[in-house]
């Protein structure tokens, strides 16, 4: 199985600030690498896809880069809306895996 | 708008068996692959199954291989995942995910979450 680590594991930030969370593949999955947010109560929500797509009706201040075994999610402008926990997962192979996730909380 | 709807999770002793359902509307739902994900505190998201839009294929992750079986009615548009020999580690949020193809390894991302149905193991 694919193993996914993320860093750090929580983060405390202030609105306006400049957020990145880190990903990390065991192996090369070239850029089947997708990001998701996920709030207190709900279901993930998918924000990035193949590592670098914004899908419909998320807010272009979140975006993504990288391939192979290294990926960033990148939130330019941290919003009061963005305080979740966020989630990456390998689509490149059966299982599909998940990392710990990391936890962007208001400082 | 798609809808996926989860039901039958509750507390369960361990050992037995219990089946969750998940219909699914606003979608073909017959033209579609179907996953199961599922969510503890302790061990965060964790893929548990999938099954092909016709049944035809199916896979399972390794911690509930042989326990679990995956299965769908595409006449009702639903989704099965029954359960056996449930243990303290099957504690979780089990969600219903639609894939974006009709295969099971089309290495697309899960956009259509259920709300989640939540299973405890306990005595």
């Known amino acids: 199985d694919i193993q996914m680590t993320q860093s750090p594991s929580s983060l405390s930030a202030s609105v306006g600030d400049r957020v990145t969370i880190t990903c990390r593949a065991s192996?090369?999955?070239?850029?089947?690498l997708n990001w998701y947010q996920q709030k207190p109560g709900g279901a993930p929500r998918v924000v990035i896809y193949s590592a670098s797509g914004l899908e419909n009706g998320v807010p272009s201040r979140f975006s993504g880069s990288g391939s192979a075994t290294d990926f960033t999610l990148t939130i330019s402008s941290l919003q009061p809306e963005d305080f979740a926990t966020y989630y990456c997962?390998?689509?490149?192979?059966?299982?599909?895996?998940f990392g710990p996730g990391t936890r962007v909380d208001l400082k | 708008q798609v809808l996926l709807v989860e039901s039958g999770g509750g507390v369960v002793q361990p050992g037995r068996s219990l089946r969750l359902s998940c219909t699914g509307s606003g979608f073909t739902f017959s033209g579609y692959g179907v996953h199961w994900v599922r969510q503890t505190p302790g061990k965060g998201l964790e893929w548990v199954a999938a099954i092909s839009y016709d049944g035809t294929y199916t896979s399972y992750g390794d911690s509930v291989k042989g326990r679990f079986t995956i299965s769908r009615d595409n006449s009702k548009s639903t989704l099965f995942l029954q359960m056996s020999s449930l243990q303290p580690g099957d504690t979780a949020v089990y969600y219903c995910?639609?894939?974006?193809?009709?295969?099971?390894?089309?290495?697309?991302?899960?956009?259509?979450w259920g709300q989640g149905t939540l299973v405890t193991v306990s005595s």
């Open positions: 192996q090369n999955i070239e850029n089947y």
């Open positions: 997962q390998q689509s490149y192979n059966l299982p599909a895996t």
């Open positions: 995910v639609r894939d974006l193809c009709s295969s099971i390894n089309c290495r697309e991302y899960f956009q259509d």
